[in-house]
């Protein structure tokens, strides 16, 4: 699995004013004279530091609905990154080989072949090229996303300054790994025009309940600083397993992030500080609608602490698992090391057919473990260069959107891996209009593993989990949810 790319300096391709004004172009550096055969590599370019998801992006595929899941049409999709320092005097062959394994290095001699693989700008024709400093790397990929559930979107409110929705289950809030279109921010973008939002708080993808976004950068600014004061308040509701107990209860076990991959955290010594508190709301002779009250932000902190507590979320596809054991983490008692826990939970989703739950594919489980960036809730890094594959899933969701992407279009062949010759090439059109996707998306492309994969959808059921944000309160404003229906005091199972 890629790490990230490198930090805001080199994040984005520069894009257009939004006022529409051109700023006087500075002159062109001058190239140095280089020595015989020694390769150019252009500098980095300007960024720009907004954020920038347009119609371009919002047109790159469209949404179908079937068996209550929302769906993405396959789409052409470019993943770019600058050269890391690490990658800096070895071929393209050895970083693909080991950095990149996700897909066999057939397959990326065969994107040499086909075009879809550009340094600086330019097709790939040699993958044993050596790689310099500010070298920058565009693949081209026939892209799939995972079903999310087809339950609309709520708007709570909305004003000059806020938007603030109901999410359902199993959305993400940002683009992520494998989520893309199918995410809180494209949905509201293509379905509602709202665009530019500033993200104010996080919610789990598999979370669902109040979120709120700001308007402008001001707005987004001054409610950050209420998050800084410690001002907030957020308040959750879920239904654990057994009967909780009546009176508050109150943990304050630390949570240590064990994969940012597979988005699994358990408590340990060694973990960050963190407190929530609970208070039973109902009991129905097996199950307990609990009311939570986190004070610290830390990631899947409610679920963690309630499995640690031996009362797990009934249907939390993670921490009620047995993977955990027979007391199911209770306690902390797990019995088993962070990789044998990993690969048991990973086991027990595949042999349920049921990894789509979890947001990876067996294409994630390939590729080699990242150093995802530290987090809480969801992930708050800058805005980076997106892995040369795609196949990096953290379990968090970067904060700010992708570059200017450019869609290809779609391949008609049927020339497999194995069959495409060297002179063959199966070029991409370079369209411009972000329509590749929708042209496209019934063809099979010859280089698409998921085009030749049957995969289970998973059913509108497994995509909700019974943990819900309620209610959103800082210095000036609340916002709140309905109760959903599994919490009510009368719900059966």
Known sequence: ??????????????????????????????????AGGERYVPPPRKLNTGVSFGAEHFAETSYYFEGGLRKVRPYYFDFRTYCKGRWVGRSLLHVFGTEFRAQPLAYYRAAARAGRLRLNEEPVRDLDIVLKNNDFLRNTVHRHEPPVTAQPIRILAEDEEVVVVDKPSSLPVHPCGRFRHNTVIFILGKEHGLRELHTLHRLDRMTSGVLMFAKTAAVSKRIDEQVRQRQL???????????????????????????YKVGVCRVDPKGKPCQTLFQRLSYNGSSSVVRCLPRTGRTHQIRVHLQFLGHPIVNDPIYNMEAWGPLRGKGGKIGKTDEELLKALVEEHRSKQSLEVLGIGEEDLNSSESKDCESSGDCTTSAEAEPINGSSCPAEDKK???????AACPLNSDITLETLDKDKELSLCGNQNGQGGEKGWEEKDPLCVECRTSRRDPSPKELVMFLHALRYKGADF??????????MEDWEE
């Open 400 to 406: 700010d959107p992708e570059r200017d992407d450019v």
């Open 233 to 259: 308040e957020k308040e959750y509701v879920c239904r654990v397993v057994g009967e909780f107990p009546e009176h508050e209860v109150v943990c304050e076990e630390p949570i240590l992030v064990v994969s």
């Open 478 to 487: 609340e916002y709140c949810s309905s109760m959903p229906e599994w919490a």
């Open 1 to 34: 699995m890629a790490e990230p790319g490198p930090g805001p300096s080199r994040a984005r391709e520069e894009e257009p004013d939004p006022a529409g004004k051109e700023e006087a172009a500075a002159p062109a550096p001058k190239k140095r004279r280089l």
